[in-house]
């Protein structure tokens, strides 16, 4: 198993912070996980670990040859139930992430819906999400095709976190060997969805993992929430069942890469290890 981690381990620092605290923790692979658009003040001060899409690939390359890094994806979680509008992660950054990859031979970009945050987007029917969601994915999948890119939907949306939800999207989407799925373990939960459910139902159509546990006092608003940003505990001390999900994804055959989401230096350290004994590697 290909285990990697979130740039986002430790808080307020750079992306040169976050590789280099990964390497210390004898990790090799990892994501670009925060970017944006043109520049951004936080990442200039070396505060936000953030890297922009219109940046030169050529200088994300020299930053993991610095610390012996893999890059396994980009993740390009967007806002598509919002109306599109300047400010909003969407198509156009769904496809600047998808040439980016492209260009620093990344092989697989992570998108989703999220949660809207408007009065439009909260007010659409189940068809009109499916809807939006679909028109708006619509071109960054005739380029991930032409390009060679696994475009991955992740659990993390009223529509991704269930397996009828996210099985529409796929069905809308078709293009069925360019587009899949990114299992993330805490957010299928947390959405009310049954993460042994998904791997049963899309199968070989599960590229990659993103792992998180979650604490019992997550329950009572399990169904209610779609979606966390990090896991807080080390895999296996909460109430999701990452042994087993391990377990069944091995039976699947599954050997893709997976993506520790989890804060803290001694929370990933710990999660590795588990990952490593789990899977058998």
């Known amino acids: 198993m290909i285990i990697g981690c979130f740039a986002l381990v430790e808080p307020f620092t750079s992306v040169r912070r976050q590789f280099e605290l990964i390497r210390e923790l004898g990790i090799d692979y990892v994501d670009l996980t925060d970017n944006h658009d043109g520049a951004a003040l936080g990442a200039e001060a070396g505060f936000v670990a953030s890297l922009s899409l219109d940046g ?45 990859a492209h260009l620093l031979g990344v092989k697989q970009v992570i998108t989703t819906e999220l949660e809207p945050k408007t009065d439009f987007g909260h007010s659409l029917s189940r068809d009109q999400m499916l809807f939006a969601i679909s028109e708006k994915l619509y071109e960054p999948v005739l380029w991930a095709e032409d390009l060679g890119i696994d475009l991955l939907l992740e659990p993390h949306g009223k529509l991704t976190d269930t397996v009828d939800g996210m099985t529409a999207i796929l069905d809308a989407l078709g293009h069925e060997d360019t587009v899949g799925v990114n299992l993330d373990t805490g957010n299928s939960w947390l959405g009310g969805g049954d993460p042994h459910e998904f791997i049963k139902v899309f199968g070989k159509r599960i590229k990659h993992v993103h792992w998180k546990d979650m604490g019992a006092e997550w329950e009572p608003k399990r169904g209610t929430l779609y979606g966390c940003g990090m896991a807080t505990i080390p895999l296996g001390e909460g109430v999701v069942g990452i042994q087993q999900i391990v377990e069944s994804l091995m039976e699947i055959g599954f050997d893709g890469p997976t993506t520790l989401e989890v804060a803290g230096a001694d929370n990933v350290k710990t999660s590795a290890e588990r990952l490593l004994a789990w899977s058998g590697a």
């Open 56 to 100: 030169h690939p050529a200088k994300i390359r020299r930053l993991l040859e610095d610390y012996k890094l893999t890059m396994t994806s980009v993740c390009a979680h967007a806002n598509l139930l919002d109306p599109p509008s300047p400010d909003r992660y969407g198509t156009t950054e769904i496809i600047k992430a998808i040439r980016l």
